[in-house]
């Protein structure tokens, strides 16, 4: 009986390694990154453009980055390449942290994993590039969809009757009055011809009952407008 007791204990001692022992429980790498996703105004005030950058082949592996731009302002970067590595696993959220800090690429590189950034930096200073082609496009065709014309000034008997009209590409997109005469009659009958030609689009419209000789000279300096908008 003596004897059962000191197996006992070292069967006891044996186990409790085990009891000890707790399994990792350590999350593989999704292999992305991102900062958080602006949110997008319901007002339509400023809206956001994703731009994806080149794929730079490194020696660790493709990198490839897809940022989010609000203006010319990064409001987020995404990784959607990136080498399969714990040291670049570690530095990409510091490489965007920097690149939200400092706006550009200008930023150093991390220590342990020179080439995947500079790989980055290659990627997101050609999705920069991107969006200030694409955000100075587009003012200019902005510019060309409209275009703002006066009509000649119509001296009639009341006085001179002159309209403004703003073209969207083909059609009128708006008129304005840039004279006419000081009259009752005529201030009722403005919105008429103007809502007339919005709907006829053009200058065959009726003639406003009681404004018969500011309709007659609206009329003339719309065509006017109308003729010169080619030119």
Not at 56 to 71: A, C, I, L, M, S
Not at 85 to 92: K, L, N
Not at 208 to 220: Q, R
Request: hydrophobic share 40%; glycine share 6%; no cysteine.
């Amino acid at each position: 009986m003596k004897r059962a007791i000191p197996v006992l204990v070292l069967s006891v001692a044996g186990l409790i390694p085990v009891w000890r022992y707790e399994p990792s429980t350590a999350t593989p790498s999704t292999g992305q990154v991102a900062a958080p996703a602006p949110s997008t105004s319901a007002s339509g005030g400023s809206s956001s453009r994703v731009v994806t950058g080149t794929t730079v082949d490194t020696e660790k592996g493709p990198v490839e980055v897809q940022v989010t731009f609000d203006g010319e302002k990064i409001t987020a970067v995404r990784m959607l390449q990136q080498p399969d590595h714990p040291q670049t696993t570690a530095a990409v959220p510091k490489l965007v942290a920097e690149t939200l800090r400092a706006q550009s690429a200008d930023i150093d590189t991390v220590s342990g994993a020179t080439i995947t950034t500079e790989g980055y930096k290659d990627s997101l200073q050609a999705a920069i590039d991107k969006n200030t082609a694409a955000a100075s496009a587009a003012p200019s065709a902005s510019a060309s969809a409209k275009k703002v014309v006066a009509g000649t000034t119509v001296d009639t008997e009341k006085g001179p009757v002159q309209v403004e009209v703003t073209f969207a590409g083909e059609r009128i997109g708006s008129v304005r009055m840039l004279q006419q005469p000081d009259h009752p009659q005529t201030t009722a009958a403005v919105p008429k011809l103007i809502a007339q030609t919005l709907q006829a689009q053009s200058a065959d419209i009726d003639t406003v009952s009681g404004a018969t000789i500011t309709s007659e000279g609206y009329k003339e300096s719309l065509q006017a407008a109308l003729d010169a908008r080619g030119a």
